[in-house]
């Protein structure tokens, strides 16, 4: 596995668990606040986000496989 690095930028704090690439495109799509297709298998990086939170952003990084 290779991790890959991501980085989000904001106005507050959001804890990143570890998680794999197909995890990014749901975090993205909770973050705008975009329902997730039912085929997607992955889950939101953001550690307790549920999809119609609105979350504001502090520089954060993790890593993910």
Do not use: C, F, H, Y
Not at 14 to 32: N, Y
């Amino acid at each position: 596995t290779n991790p890959v690095p991501v980085l989000l930028m904001g106005g507050g704090n959001a804890p990143l668990r570890e998680g794999r690439l197909a995890d990014v495109a749901p975090t993205l799509l909770g973050l705008m606040g975009l329902a997730q297709p039912v085929e997607m298998t992955g889950i939101s990086l953001l550690r307790g986000a549920r999809s119609n939170d609105q979350m504001s952003l502090k520089p954060s990084t993790s890593a993910i496989e």
